[in-house]
């Protein structure tokens, strides 16, 4: 399996502008995470799925903020309109069911809001 | 709601010699992990403990879950310039819903050669 693929790998837009972060998680895996990190606030949970399902997106920090996964297979995260605090690295992960299981990330996409 | 707290933020260590980080919540975990992330790179998982004083090793690395489930250290002896990186304990309080887990900011290990 080639792991969690995130793309992209890298992001510049203006402020105002929608970006859209996409995530295709291991196949088989019922949990779906997105995280954002930052240096100041290190690493935050945003919204987490199971089967398709969003199950606690209490971390996503507006309604500038939203996510989908219209299928097992596939994530988005979507900043309308984005602003330059938003700018950090992304991450997608995803794991099996069971609350013992590893989380596995994706490379991240680093986001820079000018 | 449940934190995680890693300490030290930073770690200067000279290459050769031993040093912990300590991870603590404020609730009791049903289980926690350790992630290392690499400059650059993404966190990834190095190791889970479940029982209360469980005591793992990885080669160099020693983890260790206090007797009440509420902190961890992850203790790494005669450091190596491969060590070098970010290491996160991430943790499932036993209240927590789902597979929520808490991840601590992390303690940022630099090694002088």
């Known amino acids: 399996d080639a792991g969690v693929i995130q793309s992209p790998r890298h992001e510049v837009t203006e402020m105002g502008q929608e970006v859209t972060l996409r995530c295709k998680p291991i196949?088989?895996?019922?949990?779906l995470f997105w995280y954002r990190q930052t240096m100041m606030r290190g690493l935050e949970l945003l919204i987490y799925?199971?089967?398709?399902?969003?199950?606690?997106d209490s971390g996503m920090p507006e309604d500038r903020f939203s996510a989908k996964m219209p299928n097992a297979s596939f994530s988005t995260l979507k900043i309308q309109p984005s602003e330059p605090r938003d700018s950090a690295v992304y991450f997608c992960?995803?794991?099996?069911?069971?609350?013992?299981?590893?989380?596995?990330f994706g490379q991240g996409t680093r986001l820079t809001v000018v | 709601g449940q934190q995680v707290m890693q300490i030290p933020q930073y770690q200067h260590v000279q290459e050769g010699e031993d040093f912990t980080t300590y991870c603590n919540s404020s609730?009791?975990?049903?289980?926690i992990q350790w992630y290392k992330q690499r400059p650059g790179g993404h966190p990834v998982f190095l190791i889970q403990?479940?029982?209360?004083?469980e005591v793992k090793k990885q080669k160099r690395l020693t983890f260790q879950f206090g007797e009440a489930k509420k902190n961890s250290s992850l203790h790494i002896t005669a450091t190596q310039t491969t060590d070098v990186g970010t290491y996160f304990c991430?943790?499932?309080?036993?209240?927590?819903?789902?597979?929520?887990?808490?991840f601590g900011g992390g303690t940022r290990v630099l090694v002088k050669p």
């Open positions: 992960a995803s794991k099996l069911r069971g609350g013992e299981t590893e989380a596995f």
């Open positions: 196949s088989g895996h019922d949990y």
């Open positions: 799925f199971n089967n398709n399902v969003p199950i606690d």
């Open positions: 609730t009791t975990l049903s289980n």
């Open positions: 403990l479940v029982k209360s004083g």
């Open positions: 991430a943790g499932r309080g036993i209240k927590a819903a789902g597979n929520k887990l808490t």
